[in-house]
């Protein structure tokens, strides 16, 4: 089963903006991290947030976590053509396994 | 470039068949989990491998096993294929250590494309 759902499933923007991807959890954490996925090929680990982080960034991401509400953001600033891919949430809860979602479709248009 | 290499890339079968695939895991890495991701879905664990021993499994039949050596590198093996195994295999690599804490961050390899006719 899922634990993380990523919303939107789909996103379409232009060049320039910025794109924002939520996630919602339904247990406790250890932390949480994003990949993104190119053209189903294997996955990039973006980022990790502890589940004692609220927020953190790196490059042109900014993740945030609300543990309270279970759920977490990725924005990417300034995006561009090659961020096009899909954006996976997986959540690590003490376990052996990530507990990936159904990720969110990121299409940047040039 | 993570660092982690899988074999081989694509690979088509026939119902009732056995597979075997292949991961090399990054440098310093010795713990091996497996995924599987069906088109449009999130990757699914299989099962993780630690010290050649399985050390934590998905809601996968026993027709799917694993074996790692001690070089850290890793084989999954799926006996009697079925129609529904056809998806993305991924392998990932992660560093089990006391030390380092219990972060289990992991790093994927390309991944091998199983088609199951």
């Known amino acids: 089963s899922q634990q993380g759902e990523e919303d939107p499933q789909a996103l379409s923007i232009q060049e320039g903006e910025n794109a924002t991807m939520n996630c919602s959890y339904k247990?406790?954490?250890?932390?949480l991290q994003w990949y993104r996925q190119n053209s189903g090929r294997g996955l990039v680990h973006l980022i990790l947030i502890r589940s004692n982080e609220r927020e953190k960034h790196s490059g042109r991401l900014r993740v945030t976590l609300d543990t309270s509400k279970k759920s977490s953001s990725l924005l990417i600033t300034a995006s561009r053509a090659a961020d096009t891919a899909s954006y996976f949430c997986?959540?690590?809860?003490?376990?052996?396994?990530?507990?990936f979602g159904s990720g969110t479709r990121l299409q940047v248009q040039p | 470039e993570t660092g982690v290499t899988q074999s081989p890339t694509h690979l088509i079968k026939t119902r009732g068949q056995q597979v075997t695939l292949r991961c090399s895991s990054q440098?310093?890495?010795?713990?091996v989990s497996w995924y599987q991701q069906a088109l449009g879905q999130g990757p699914q664990f299989i099962f993780q491998?630690?010290?050649?021993?399985?050390?934590g499994r998905g809601n996968f039949p026993p027709r799917f096993s694993g074996l790692q050596f001690p070089n850290y590198s890793s084989e999954l093996n799926v006996n009697a294929l079925e129609l529904d195994d056809s998806a993305l295999y991924l392998c990932a690599s992660s560093l089990t250590d006391g030390l380092a804490g219990p972060y289990n961050e992991q790093f994927f390899g390309p991944g091998t494309r199983l088609t199951v006719l």
């Open positions: 247990t406790s954490i250890n932390n």
């Open positions: 440098s310093g890495h010795n713990t």
């Open positions: 491998y630690y010290r050649e021993e399985e050390n």
């Open positions: 997986a959540t690590d809860n003490w376990g052996r396994a990530l507990t």
